[in-house]
């Protein structure tokens, strides 16, 4: 058997055994979820990476995420990474301490096919797969999208990249070129050993629809990358496409949408021999992985549809506006921002706070109602924050996050009164903890740390 089919009889292996993979830039996005996934979800045979390029790259400013309808996304990162010498260093510590059970497929993106080389050989002691982002339709010129599109230059990429490793490596396709079977034939005819697609479609522009401001921020004329259940039928019909171009003996990633069984039933359908699941992480709380994933794997392998029964569905992540009505400052950068209205919430839950063309941040909620915010200013985001005055409007997004855990009733156990010792702007948390923990009986002591030993 050649080494190329050797190769591919893993992926058909994984097919029946762990059919399901993570998709770059999308939860496993460093060494912590990585191993976090691995040891939770034993149906996810392949897990996939961030892309790294060569030099450390900031992306773009927040927000980077949208969400324009139940689970219909768009994103714009831009290639967010540490660059190559710190992502080998992290994931090879996984590694070396034989902490995964599934593939660790490797992106990369290079802006040329020496920079591919060269990533390769960074990390050719870490990865198990290699896939290069040939796709990603919101980076900077010469990575992504721009050099997917011509097939004679993802030969020439792929052929140069196959003389750095016997590694298995997969091209991963990008939708929005008019000539996808000649891509990914070229691809395969470069030394490509698989076919990961597709990545986002668009880019669109997404405006928040109070203030008609665009939500995202990048040099790509602030549009993102569409991603979840409206591109769909767009990555099935591609699947196919690919398929037909490329036989039945090269594997295939395939992602786009999918969430239930009968999704992932027509990917398997399409042609993917992996599947590929991103977006639907956002409608699934942590503490349901393992049964979600049970059941989509049932589905997978009976025909049936019960994984859905995990989701939440809702939209997350839409804008409401809110007036400012306070604005309180005090020693060390830290403000108390006070808005008209409220927001319901248990303690250590929080919500977005955004505001058009400077930024979006997470903070936790000092105040139900009036609505409270204490925040530290820090950067560019919080200066503008703590620049709005009485009658600006700001935006948020949320409730997100778990609330804290609650001690035993003072009636029902030994503990009768608690202390809650907090920090800087964990201060935020300590109010609504302490009222819920008095309200049935308990005795509550707060005790805070300042900035400077102030207390």
């Known amino acids: 058997m050649s080494e190329n089919k050797d190769k591919r009889l893993v992926i058909k292996v994984l097919r029946e055994t762990a059919p399901f993979a993570t998709v770059s830039g999308v939860l496993?996005?460093?060494?912590?979820?990585?191993?976090?996934?691995?040891?939770?979800?034993?149906?996810?045979?392949?897990?996939?990476?961030?892309?790294?390029?060569?030099?450390?790259?900031?992306?773009?400013?927040?927000?980077?995420?949208?969400?324009?309808?139940?689970?219909?996304?768009?994103n714009a990162v831009g290639l967010r990474n540490p660059g190559m010498a710190q992502g080998a260093a992290e994931l090879s510590s996984l590694k070396s301490r034989r902490m995964?059970?599934?593939?660790?497929?490797?992106?990369?993106?290079?802006?040329?096919?020496?920079?591919?080389?060269?990533?390769?050989?960074?990390?050719?002691?870490t990865a198990d797969i290699f896939e290069l982002n040939l796709s990603c339709p919101h980076a900077e010129g010469g990575y992504g999208m721009s050099i997917g599109t011509d097939p004679k230059t993802v030969e020439k990429y792929l052929s140069h990249a196959r003389k750095e490793t016997n590694l298995p490596i997969f091209a991963k396709l990008t939708p929005n070129t008019n000539c996808l079977k000649e891509i990914a034939k070229a691809a395969v005819a470069g030394g490509a050993d698989g076919l990961s697609l597709i990545n986002t479609a668009g880019p669109e522009l997404f405006?928040?629809?109070?203030?008609?401001?665009p939500i995202l921020r990048n040099n790509k004329?602030?549009?993102?990358?569409?991603?979840?259940?409206?591109?769909?039928?767009?990555?099935?019909?591609?699947?196919?496409?690919?398929?037909?171009?490329?036989?039945?003996?090269?594997?295939?990633?395939?992602?786009?949408?999918?969430?239930?069984?009968?999704?992932?039933?027509?990917?398997?359908?399409?042609?993917a021999d992996i599947i590929g699941l991103g977006s639907v992480f956002a409608s699934l709380h942590p503490r349901d992985w393992e049964a979600y994933f049970e059941s989509l794997y049932a589905d997978l392998k009976t025909g049936t549809d019960t994984s859905f029964r995990y989701l939440d569905v809702k939209r997350r992540m839409e804008y409401a506006p809110y007036r400012v009505s306070r604005i309180e400052r005090y020693s060390g950068g830290y403000f108390l921002l006070e808005l008209s209205g409220s927001l319901s919430y248990r303690p250590s839950e929080f919500a977005f706070l955004w505001l058009p063309g400077a930024g979006e941040k997470p903070f936790s909620i000092a105040r139900e109602e009036p609505l409270t915010f204490f925040i530290r200013e820090k950067g560019e985001t919080t200066a503008a924050f703590a620049a709005l005055a009485p009658g600006d409007i700001i935006y948020i997004r949320g409730i997100y996050g778990a609330a804290a855990p609650s001690v035993p009733d003072a009636q029902d156990g030994d503990i009768k009164r608690i202390i809650i010792a907090a920090g800087g702007t964990g201060l935020a948390v300590a109010p609504k903890l302490a009222e819920e923990h008095f309200l049935k009986g308990t005795e509550v002591s707060v005790y805070y740390g300042g900035p400077g030993g102030e207390g």
Do not use: H
Request: glycine share 12%; proline share 5%; aromatic share 4%.
């Open 28 to 74: 496993t996005t460093g060494a912590g979820m990585i191993e976090e996934i691995d040891r939770r979800i034993a149906q996810i045979g392949i897990i996939t990476t961030k892309s790294y390029q060569v030099r450390k790259n900031l992306g773009n400013r927040e927000p980077i995420l949208v969400e324009a309808a139940p689970g219909c996304f768009g």
């Open 100 to 125: 995964l059970r599934a593939l660790l497929n490797v992106s990369l993106a290079g802006s040329s096919p020496e920079e591919f080389a060269e990533l390769i050989r960074c990390f050719k002691g």
């Open 207 to 213: 405006l928040e629809p109070y203030s008609k401001k």
């Open 221 to 271: 004329d602030n549009r993102g990358g569409k991603s979840g259940a409206w591109i769909r039928e767009t990555a099935l019909k591609c699947v196919r496409t690919v398929r037909d171009a490329v036989g039945p003996d090269i594997p295939i990633i395939g992602m786009g949408g999918v969430s239930t069984g009968t999704e992932a039933i027509e990917m398997r359908n399409a042609g």
